[in-house]
């Protein structure tokens, strides 16, 4: 199994731009994750879907952020328009029910922002 | 405050030493225990949860929970070089099993 895909892996980008990041999630997972990890704030869930319908968004920080999924293969997350302030790394995680007691989630290698 | 409080560190131990990871949390309602670890530029990994109070052991690794402080710990044993990352505790509240809730990390170096 190829893991949670995240594209693209570094971006650089000028204050005022979109930024667009993407993900692909292990095959047969239901649960797909976006977080934001920074040192000042550490590892923060954005938003979470459950068979491509978002269930909680309540850590999106701004309208300037939305996230979407229109298939259960892909993800984006969407910054428009980007600060400098937004510059963190991006993970993408996933998970499906097992039947056990905890569902595990998968993280991806992460994409790094810099927002100039 | 924080829900859940996690010394940065960064810890530097030699090799063989017990290293002892730690976190605090003020929220009575988390029901799920976990930790991660996370080396330079990957992804978060599950390392071990634990359910509630108690320990668990796997391999050089003990994770232990005292609901009644809001203390959780993660021992390591006979610590290797390969061991140094960022460890993370992560907590799940009682009324969202998915919604995790991390530590800000704990760097680890272990000194060959």
């Known amino acids: 199994d190829a893991g949670v895909i995240q594209s693209p892996r570094h971006e650089v980008t000028e204050m005022g731009q979109e930024v667009t990041l993407r993900c692909k999630p292990i095959?047969?997972?239901?649960?797909l994750f976006w977080y934001r990890q920074t040192m000042m704030r550490g590892l923060e869930l954005l938003i979470y879907?459950?068979?491509?319908?978002?269930?909680?968004d309540s850590g999106m920080p701004e309208d300037r952020f939305s996230a979407k999924m229109p298939n259960a293969s892909f993800s984006t997350l969407k910054i428009q328009p980007s600060e400098p302030r937004d510059s963190a790394v991006y993970f993408c995680?996933?998970?499906?029910?097992?039947?056990?007691?905890?569902?595990?989630?998968?993280f991806g290698p992460g994409t790094r922002l810099t927002v100039l | 405050q924080k829900e859940v409080e996690q010394d940065p560190g960064p810890l530097s131990v030699p090799e063989g030493a017990i290293v002892s990871l730690n976190c605090t949390y003020s929220?009575?309602?988390?029901?799920?225990f976990m930790w991660y670890r996370q080396y330079s530029r990957k992804g978060p990994e599950l390392l071990m949860y634990?359910?509630?109070?108690g320990n668990k052991e796997d391999g050089r690794f003990t994770a232990q929970v005292d609901k009644s402080s809001k203390y959780i710990s993660l021992f390591i044993r006979d610590s290797q070089p390969s061991d140094s990352a960022t460890y993370l505790c992560?907590?799940?509240?009682?009324?969202?099993?998915?919604?995790?809730?991390f530590g800000s990390g704990t760097r680890l170096l272990v000194r060959p």
């Open positions: 995680a996933s998970s499906t029910p097992t039947g056990g007691s905890y569902n595990e989630q998968f």
């Open positions: 095959s047969g997972h239901d649960y």
């Open positions: 879907f459950n068979n491509n319908v978002p269930i909680d």
């Open positions: 929220n009575s309602a988390f029901q799920y």
């Open positions: 634990t359910y509630s109070s």
């Open positions: 992560a907590m799940v509240p009682m009324d969202s099993s998915y919604k995790l809730i």
